[in-house]
């Protein structure tokens, strides 16, 4: 949802491509050293372990699922982190045909491996609460207590502070003229392509514990053999309303863990132990859900994780842009906005964030080396009918609640 203008993508694109040409072995094990794999280095930290993998007899799976032996909790936490994103990031940028082996066709193969993903992602969130000190969350070294989550947010980023630099350029607060595009910029509260968004819709959200349980319901679901159902029909019938499940879709589940690796430091100094409690359990299994959700799609087809009556029949599994512009275009419609301007703002920072990683995205793809137009620099135009057409059907919701 967020995006920065030309200057900045290239200086981003510029500083990624850089750090791909830098000499870096530390990580040539999913282990090694104890050193985490960063989202923005991936193709320097890739190789490595590519290269590793493809020198052992070991197939990807067997040595993704054996858990490093770890001298403490957080060398263990950093293991199945890494373990995870791995398996996550050669399922996003489609790598995976480097590592089919055993299966018989590469479809076949990428579900085991989201199986494997997800898998992952579970223990790694079970490891977390005994890891205090990670050096994964944003401002856990820090005294938080007693600061007001506004001033929270007002930090901003501590481990991606040169991105939200660059995306301030373009992401600046629009005038207060345009009341609608002000209202989209202050829900959002976005700060760079990797930052939590719906701040404030998603901390009234996991306080609810009506919410835990409707998470729980829904991994249920989604883990019953032979589940085809369309995905908010099955968050609707968690949630026991279609209004709660466009809430918790949009606001919780698109975040991947973004949220809880922003928040969890503030929550935890300045939440009382019970409220505490529920909070990160919403966090952990919200953001559980987003990958859960992607294997659905996968399993089941594309066009499961959007509303059965568009008939999506050739939905991406990138549902995320569909549901976060869904749910502006429903709050934009609770406003009082007419639909021609709630498609227009609501999508407006969509396209910003597709725009902006499409050079970003192309230097991954050449550090990757991967076509330089494909994966996220290919999908554009899909992912901007999506966020249209959730924009629309956001809008209509609400007006049927009227």
């Known amino acids: 949802m967020r995006g920065a203008p030309l200057l900045g993508t290239l200086l981003w694109a510029a500083c990624l491509v850089a750090c791909t040409l830098l000499p870096h072995t530390s990580s040539a094990q999913f282990c090694k050293n104890n050193t985490r794999i960063h989202p923005v280095k991936f193709p320097l930290q890739y190789w ?72 992952l992602y579970h223990s790694w969130m079970q490891s977390i609460p005994g890891s205090r000190q990670t050096g994964y969350f944003e401002w856990e070294d820090h005294d938080l207590r007693d600061e007001a989550f506004q001033d929270f947010l007002s ?18 607060k629009p005038s207060q003229k345009n009341e609608a595009r002000t209202f989209v910029y202050e829900t959002l509260h976005g700060r760079t392509p990797f930052s939590s968004i719906f701040p404030f819709e998603a901390l009234e959200l996991i306080q609810d514990s009506n919410n835990l349980e409707t998470l729980r319901c829904c991994i249920a679901k989604l883990k019953t053999p032979n ?14 309303s279609e209004e709660q499940a466009m809430k918790l879709l949009g606001v919780l589940m698109t975040q991947r863990m973004y949220l809880l690796r922003d928040w969890r430091a503030w929550l935890e100094q300045n939440m009382e132990p019970e409220t505490l409690e529920n909070a990160l359990q919403a966090l952990m299994l919200s953001s559980e859900l987003h990958f859960r959700m992607e294997s659905y799609g996968r399993l089941e087809g594309g066009a499961k994780l959007f509303p ?23 709050l934009l419609a609770e406003q009082g906005y007419d639909e021609r301007t709630v498609i227009k703002e609501a999508t407006r920072p969509a396209k910003r964030y597709k725009r902006f990683i499409q050079l970003p995205g192309f230097a991954f793809n050449l550090a990757l080396g991967k076509q330089p137009f494909s994966g996220t620099t290919a999908d554009y135009r899909k992912v901007i009918r999506e966020q249209r057409a959730g924009a629309k059907w956001g809008f209509e919701r609400r007006k049927i609640k009227d």
């Open 155 to 172: 930090r901003g980023s501590q481990n991606f502070r040169t991105l939200e630099t660059l995306s301030s350029v373009a992401n600046r």
């Open 227 to 240: 589940c085809s159902t369309h995905l908010f029909n099955l968050v609707a019938d968690c949630a026991g």
């Open 48 to 119: 490595p372990i590519h290269h590793r993998i493809k020198r052992t007899d070991k197939d990807l799976f067997e040595l993704l699922s054996a858990c490093h032996t770890a001298e403490s909790d957080h060398n263990e936490e950093v293991c199945l982190h890494n373990r995870f994103l791995f398996a996550d990031f050669v399922l996003y940028y489609k790598l995976s045909h480097r590592y089919k082996a055993k299966a018989a066709n590469l479809d076949s193969f990428e579900l085991a491996l989201a199986s494997v993903r997800d898998s």
């Open 308 to 330: 059965q009556e568009l008939a999506m029949t050739k939905g991406s599994t990138k549902a995320y842009h569909f549901w976060s512009t869904a749910l502006l275009g429903y």
